[in-house]
């Protein structure tokens, strides 16, 4: 059994990780370009396979599937929030044209399974209904006045509802995660928002710098996060569910977290009170104004087997430990 894996970053990454301690598996990553040091860090690299490829290339993709036998596939490269804002049509290529070509390969071979990294920005143009009871994955949609908020959101929520129609009409078994907020330790700048936003916060505490936070982001309603190595977690659990009826499921956090209580949270672990710099740059969470229930875990954790292993607090010390083992003396 071998599982390829789309895109080497924070989530990609760890879900090879935890497919060679799990399962004793060699995962092939494909990414256009790897991180070295981020991913030595995160997997024995001679315990996987590394294959430069294009997600665009659907012949390059076949190639990668059949030259290393694979039979499932994780598919979470693509590029993020503020990099589609800023390029919109390559974003749409990459993210969706991607996801098809990904799907289209997985017909083409016979893959057993894909799996999907979604986003839970997908539902953060609906109003929100004012409700505190969670919030499943198959949220209601005013397919006019309601819509996902970004061009990435839009894309994420396309992938989906082609995973749906490969799966109805060509027998693809496809399902799909819908990540909250990830975060997680990364060398140089992690390419999502809401990492780049924790990174600040963490890393600043860290180091005793100043930290430079937006007032949009230091003001906006509760949201909800994920730790980068839960979201693997999901992912893996995913591509290995025996019965997911469900197809699409949230993986987030048991609970809402603002950025002030983050910011306290960080400042008592990490003994240090934060300099806070408030800034009228524009939010890096990517999340929308209007406040929303937390994620209904429940389909996740009886379906996938899925368990918050790391909540707010204990994804904190976590992060804070290995900036302790990794940073320079």
Request: proline share 5%; aromatic share 8%; glycine share 10%.
């Amino acid at each position: 059994m071998t599982t390829l894996i789309t895109g080497a970053g924070l989530v990609g990454s760890l879900a090879a990780a935890r497919l060679i301690a799990e399962r004793d598996e060699r995962p092939v990553l494909y990414d256009v370009g790897f991180t070295m040091q981020n991913l030595a860090e995160r997997v024995d690299l001679d315990k996987v396979t590394l294959v430069r490829g294009d997600v665009t290339d659907v012949p390059d993709l076949i190639r990668a599937i059949q030259t290393h036998r694979v039979d499932r596939i994780i598919h979470s490269a693509g590029m993020l929030t503020w990099m589609v804002r800023e390029r919109p049509y390559t974003g749409v290529r990459v993210n969706l044209i991607g996801t098809l070509a990904v799907f289209e390969a997985a017909r083409l071979t016979g893959v057993q399974r894909v799996v999907f990294c979604s986003s839970n920005t997908v539902h953060l143009g609906t109003k929100g209904g004012g409700s505190t009871e969670p919030e499943g994955a198959d949220f209601a949609l005013h397919t006019v006045s309601e819509y996902p908020p970004s061009v990435y959101a839009s894309m994420k929520l396309a992938g989906e509802w082609l995973g749906h129609c490969y799966r109805n009409e060509y027998g693809v078994d496809v399902v799909s995660v819908r990540f909250a907020g990830v975060f997680g330790p990364w060398h140089g700048t992690p390419s999502g928002g809401p990492s780049q936003l924790l990174q600040q916060v963490i890393e600043c505490a860290y180091y005793g710098r100043p930290c430079r936070l937006s007032a949009g982001d230091l003001d906006r309603a509760a949201t909800s996060y994920v730790y980068a190595a839960d979201a693997a977690q999901g992912t893996v659990r995913g591509v290995h569910a025996a019965e997911p009826t469900t197809r699409v499921y949230n993986i987030a956090m048991a609970e809402l977290h603002t950025l002030r209580e983050i910011v306290d949270m960080t400042e008592r672990l990490a003994d240090r009170k934060l300099q806070i710099e408030e800034t009228p740059a524009a939010s890096l969470s990517g999340y929308g104004s209007t406040a929303h229930p937390p994620p209904d875990l429940h389909p996740a954790g009886a379906e996938l087997g899925y368990q918050v292993e790391y909540p707010m607090e204990e994804a904190i010390r976590d992060y804070l430990g290995w900036l302790q083992r990794t940073a320079p003396r």
